[in-house]
């Protein structure tokens, strides 16, 4: 178990466990840099991909509800000033 948790320490996945690989001299600042990009362009992916993602027809529907309350709220607004 101790070897699971410091392999989880030294992951190049993440930027600490990259520090501490380049401090100890099992990776180089290059190699360090380049999975850094690899996370980034990796997380930049995700919200893409979730953006990019269609909406349930409910979602659609419940959003033009919501609209169309909020438009009639502003309108009786309007109309009391």
């Keep these: ?5 410091q392999k989880k320490e030294d992951s190049v996945y993440d ?12 990776m180089s600042p290059e190699e ?4 850094k990009g690899y ?3 990796d997380k930049e992916k995700k ?13 659609q529907e419940e959003e033009e509800k919501l609209e169309g309350t909020l438009s009639e709220l502003d309108t009786q ?3 009391k000033q």
């Design 32 to 35: 360090a840099g380049f999975m």
């Design 47 to 59: 919200v893409k991909k979730k953006e990019a993602k269609p909406e349930s027809k409910e979602v």
């Design 15 to 26: 930027e600490e466990g990259r520090e501490k690989l380049v401090e100890e001299g099992e």
């Design 39 to 41: 996370e980034e362009a």
């Design 77 to 79: 607004k309007e109309d």
């Design 1 to 5: 178990m101790a070897e699971e948790e």
